[in-house]
């Protein structure tokens, strides 16, 4: 085997492994809530949507990690998926249902989530279902505590 050629197996076989441990979760729309409300992931890990009819996901922008990505489904997309490579904690709504609470978050990454305290910050700032949003951030830390996370 030329050198390069050893350097592109290992380069396939760290992807390969990489692939191998970055896990899906599944998120359901349930009526008027997400199951599970908040998802624990790893870095690269893929969240997709699913039970989606009459349902869409889009991410609060300024309640996920600095430099991630923000999401948006079509209404009805069951399947839809991202994939979140940024440690920290992201807020996403149903926009036909966050007014009774179909407000979800993720956590991305095995410690507390960097950016907590702007999440708690950026609440004030959230012009629909702010309390509905509030509820959710709050029942997001009380899993944080309960996994000794915070
Ligand atoms: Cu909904």
Redesign the pocket.
């Known amino acids: 085997m030329h050198s390069t050629q050893k350097l592109c197996a290992v380069a396939l076989f760290a992807l390969a492994i990489q692939a191998a441990s970055a896990e899906e979760h599944i998120v359901q ?1 349930v009526i ?1 809530h997400w199951q599970p409300q908040t998802t624990f992931a790893k870095p690269g890990d893929t969240i997709k949507f699913m039970n989606m009819t ?3 996901t889009q991410s609060y922008d300024t309640m996920i990690p600095d430099g991630a990505k923000p999401w948006r489904s079509e209404l009805g997309q069951t399947g839809f998926s991202v994939t979140l490579d940024k440690e920290g904690a992201y807020l996403f709504r ?4 966050v007014s009774m609470g ?1 407000v979800g978050a993720v956590v991305v990454g095995d410690k507390s989530p960097p950016n907590l305290s702007k999440i708690e910050a950026e609440v004030a700032n959230v012009k629909l279902a702010q309390n509905m949003v509030n509820r959710a951030v709050k029942k997001m830390k009380q899993e944080l505590e309960q996994k000794g996370m915070k």
């Open positions: 729309a008027d009459g349902h869409d149903c926009n036909p249902h179909m």
